[in-house]
């Protein structure tokens, strides 16, 4: 079955504790990109990544970092989380050039005390 | 001025009504414009993708895409219960594939 895996579904943690959010894709897609999404706020990119080694910044990167060491996979990190961090997170991944085909994960809801 | 600006509702019709869903934007950039329904508890998922201008449809579900006016919307017709969800307008100046703006949502609720 094609799909997006995150895990941890949950997470609740403190402030300054490293943590990752795992992100996983099982269809050869070479495009995948982290989002949060808060109430009054919408959905917000992270970071995008569109094939290995190659990421870059969206709307708000600034505490996160990611890495795409391979294709299927797609870490988000937080370093050093912070309690603005709280939110819900979102991975997605599609293929590059059919842009009407996008997966997203299930969502990581996660909370920084 | 917010990069995209999305009606926050929320929006409530009864059945069979055709709904308006609109946003707006300033960044004059953005030629890749789309659509997304996002269910309660679940995922966002792709609604419609347009590119520049000028209309799409897909079943009872039409997107509209002004440039000039730098305004785009999202037409249901005969709106259904199923269709009550979370639409968020999203945009990009290079594609699906890239950086991607959003529109904070709208909550729609049809009535039965």
């Known amino acids: 079955e094609a799909q997006v895996t995150q895990n941890p579904r949950y997470l609740i943690t403190v402030t300054g504790k490293k943590l990752t959010v795992t992100c996983s894709q099982n269809?050869?897609?070479?495009?995948m990109s982290w989002y949060r999404q808060d109430p009054g706020l919408g959905l917000r990119q992270i970071y995008y990544?569109?094939?290995?080694?190659?990421?870059d910044k969206g709307d708000v990167p600034e505490g996160y970092k990611v890495s795409r060491k391979e294709k299927r996979n797609f870490p988000l990190i937080l370093e050093s989380p912070s309690p603005n961090q709280t939110s819900l997170y979102f991975c997605?991944?599609?293929?590059?050039?059919?842009?009407?085909?996008?997966?997203f994960g299930p969502g990581t809801r996660l909370t920084v005390l | 001025q917010k990069e995209v600006e999305q009606d926050p509702g929320p929006l409530s019709v009864p059945e069979g009504a055709i709904v308006s869903l609109n946003c707006t934007y300033s960044?004059?950039?953005?030629?890749?414009f789309m659509w997304y329904r996002q269910y309660s508890r679940k995922g966002p998922e792709l609604l419609m993708y347009?590119?520049?201008?000028g209309n799409k449809e897909d079943g009872r579900f039409t997107a509209q895409v002004d440039k000039s006016s730098k305004y785009i919307s999202l037409f249901i017709r005969d709106s259904q219960p199923s269709d009550s969800a979370t639409y968020l307008c999203?945009?990009?100046?290079?594609?699906?594939?890239?950086?991607?703006?959003f529109g904070k949502g709208i909550t729609l609720s049809v009535r039965p």
């Open positions: 997605a991944s599609s293929p590059l050039g059919l842009v009407d085909t996008q997966y």
């Open positions: 960044n004059s950039a953005f030629q890749y």
């Open positions: 999203a945009m990009s100046v290079s594609g699906a594939n890239s950086k991607l703006t």
């Open positions: 990544s569109m094939n290995v080694e190659v990421t």
């Open positions: 269809m050869n897609h070479e495009y």
């Open positions: 347009t590119y520049s201008s």
